[in-house]
């Protein structure tokens, strides 16, 4: 077997820390450095070659809560080169497919229509993949069992807890340029959500419209529901100084953060 070569090697230690980036979303050098067992400084090295190469950008870390004081940390996502460089080579072929069903339907509001019937039955069918795994799981646990199952669909999905509820965040969308373009995809999806879980979800946040995260909100159900409903609004917004307001996806607002 040949030996593996010092650049082969750098390459290849660049890609987990791409992939690392794809699995769990935007993230400081420190999680990267602790994630991969590498040193900040080895981190730091492959994160510039990234950002050179435009795989990666760095942002401003968003913070929950109080902030610290000091200068915020660099959170580093990919971007859309980045995302092709790994499982959406059949993003082009999605685009065309969705807009043949728009044009064939007649374009305008049957299209967009048509467009909406056709997402509806894909994620119908996907869902029943999930319904197993969601129902067989505790009550306090099914978000946590909906994000495995979507990470085993290529959806790199976590659940965490937060305000007056949870937070189901997929890190990697494998057709969010189809998605940017067709927004009846995300709602769709957010249908699905709803359904699996029993209870209404609100969409923060979409990887199609420029967000680092397609994110979730999940209220609490039952009597905890009751107790703080007065609060979820509120809470919700807490979550992202970016959120003015928390509504159901609808066809303008689909997993757009409003500025």
């Known amino acids: 077997m040949p030996a593996v070569t010092a650049p082969e090697e750098q390459h290849g230690t660049r890609n987990r820390v791409a992939r690392s980036i794809l699995d769990h979303g935007p993230s400081t050098a420190a999680e990267l450095a602790l ?22 950008e760095p942002r401003e870390k968003r913070v929950y809560g109080a902030r610290r004081r000091g200068r915020p940390a660099k959170a580093f996502a990919l971007t859309d080169c980045g995302r092709d460089a790994f ?32 997402a509806r039955a894909r994620l119908a069918a996907q869902a029943e993949g999930y319904r197993g795994a969601v129902e067989a799981a505790a009550p306090g646990r099914r978000t946590e069992a909906l994000a495995g199952a979507l990470s085993a669909d290529g959806y790199a999905a976590t659940a965490r807890s937060a305000p007056v509820g949870e937070q189901l965040c997929q890190h990697h969308c494998p057709v969010a340029h189809a998605a940017e373009r067709y927004p009846q995809l995300c709602e769709a999806e957010t249908e699905v959500f709803s359904q699996l879980l029993g209870t209404h979800v609100q969409r923060l946040a979409t990887i199609a419209h420029g967000d680092g995260v397609c994110t979730t909100f999940i209220p609490k159900t039952g009597h905890e529901t009751g107790h703080q409903a007065g609060r979820t609004d509120t809470a919700v917004e807490k979550t992202d100084h970016r959120i003015t307001k928390t509504t159901t996806a609808s066809a303008s607002t689909a997993g757009r953060n409003p500025e």
């Open 87 to 118: 499982d959406q080579a059949y993003d082009d072929l999605a685009v065309d497919a969705l807009r043949w069903i728009e044009q064939s339907a007649g374009g305008g509001e049957k299209g967009r229509a048509a467009v909406a019937a056709f």
């Open 35 to 56: 994630r991969l067992e590498l040193t900040q400084a080895a981190v730091r090295r492959h994160l510039d070659t990234l950002v050179a190469d435009g795989v990666v």
